[in-house]
């Protein structure tokens, strides 16, 4: 059964950067198109980023476009987004996810598997 673990949320300033990272377990990662998702609280869960297996394609929401970046490490079964810039609109917790229908990529009900999110906490 695959796993996805998120790591890499605290609480930092208006301005800051951190590093999510999301740890892959129990399946073929290199095979696996994935991406990173956020939700504040009384707020719908929100598309962040997307990364095809092998990287590929990559796409970013326009919100996060141009702050955030978004890599995977297949040998090390990981996938990365670096956030710069962060604003307290980035506040929420963010999910790591496998998508697993062939269907838009900004839609979480085409993803199958989820973590079980970082908090990200941006103060002002």
């Known amino acids: 059964q695959v796993q996805l673990v998120e790591s890499g949320g605290g609480l930092v300033r208006t301005g800051d950067s951190l590093r999510l990272s999301c740890v892959v377990s129990?399946?073929?990662?290199?095979?696996?198109?994935m991406g990173w998702f956020r939700q504040a609280p009384g707020k719908e869960r929100e598309f962040v980023a997307y990364?095809?297996?092998?990287?590929?394609?990559?796409y970013y929401s326009d919100s996060t476009k141009g702050r955030f970046t978004l890599t995977r490490d297949n040998a090390k079964d990981t996938m990365y987004l670096r956030m710069t810039s962060l604003e307290p609109e980035d506040t929420g917790v963010y999910y790591c996810?496998?998508?697993?229908?062939?269907?838009?990529?900004?839609?979480?009900?085409?993803?199958?598997?989820w973590g079980q999110g970082t908090q990200v906490t941006v103060s002002s």
């Open positions: 990364i095809s297996r092998f990287s590929g394609t990559i």
């Open positions: 996810a496998r998508k697993t229908r062939s269907s838009f990529y900004y839609d979480p009900r085409n993803y199958g598997t």
């Open positions: 129990g399946g073929t990662f290199a095979t696996y198109d």
